[in-house]
């Protein structure tokens, strides 16, 4: 049985199937999921998770191409696949830790959280753990130590306040100019809801101030 999998899937075939894949989650973390993480917010509210959406990507491609390896010589590659989980276990029990804090403990960017001895603002979700930051300190603590210690929310979204400089160099009236920044900002995702931009009109420049969930995207105003 092994021999007529084996010569029904061959090297250059797995080669072709690897490049479809790794050009598959190419197109999806490079292009698809900065424009899902835009359309995640509506006023600074998160609509879904897109951590676990993420994850569950990463999962899928991951499994194609091991099931893919294995199938060139299920004896032998099911024995590397055996070792190479046992020595990326941690990690990967960090992955699903991580998964399962994320949705339990609805885990996102912006929140202030204390863990064991360590209280702060979360600033990102990483794969294997997460950082909180406390001033100009950031500390990176993986899922599994975050389980173990236990977190708990001590604040929701800290917003994120952020002053842009707006120049222009062409006839446009200075009012004409802040009505066009105004659009701008109304249709930006991560604008938090109850909050007001507010505005210093100069001479050819005007100075916002606004508060944001997410900073990561502010170059799109341009």
Same mark, same amino acid.
């Given at each position: ?54 994850? =569950?990507? %990463?999962? $899928?491609?991951? $499994?194609?191409?091991?099931? !893919? ?35 339990? %403990? ?23 753990? &997460?950082?909180?930051? +406390? ?30 400089? !707006?120049?222009?160099?062409? +006839? ?27 505005? &210093? ?9 606004? %508060? =944001? ?10």
């Amino acid at each position: 049985m092994f021999e007529s999998i084996n010569n029904s899937f061959s090297w250059a075939g797995f080669a072709v199937i690897l490049i479809a894949i790794l050009a598959t989650g190419f197109v999806y973390f490079r292009l698809v999921n900065p424009r899902l993480s835009r359309l995640n917010y509506q006023g600074g509210q998160e609509r879904y998770n897109l951590h676990l959406v993420d994850r =569950l990507v %990463a999962v $899928l491609l991951g $499994l194609a191409i091991l099931i !893919c390896f294995i199938l060139i010589n299920p004896a032998w590659h099911s024995l590397i696949v055996l070792f190479l989980l046992l020595i990326f276990y941690e990690t990967l029990l960090n992955f699903a830790t991580g998964s399962t804090l994320i949705v339990e %403990a609805k885990l996102r960017e912006g929140l202030e959280v204390e863990i064991g001895e360590s209280q702060g603002v979360l600033k990102s979700l990483k794969w294997t753990g &997460l950082t909180v930051s +406390e001033g100009s300190k950031s500390e990176f603590l993986p899922y599994r130590k975050v389980f173990r210690d236990g977190v708990s929310v001590v604040q929701g979204n800290i917003p994120q306040i952020v002053t842009l400089r !707006c120049r222009w160099n062409n +006839e446009m009236e200075t009012q004409q100019a802040q009505t066009l920044l105004q659009g701008k900002l109304f249709s930006f995702p991560f604008v938090i809801n109850g909050t007001k931009p507010s505005y &210093l009109v100069g001479e050819k420049e005007i100075k916002v101030s606004v %508060a =944001l969930t997410n900073s990561d995207y502010i170059s799109s105003l341009s």
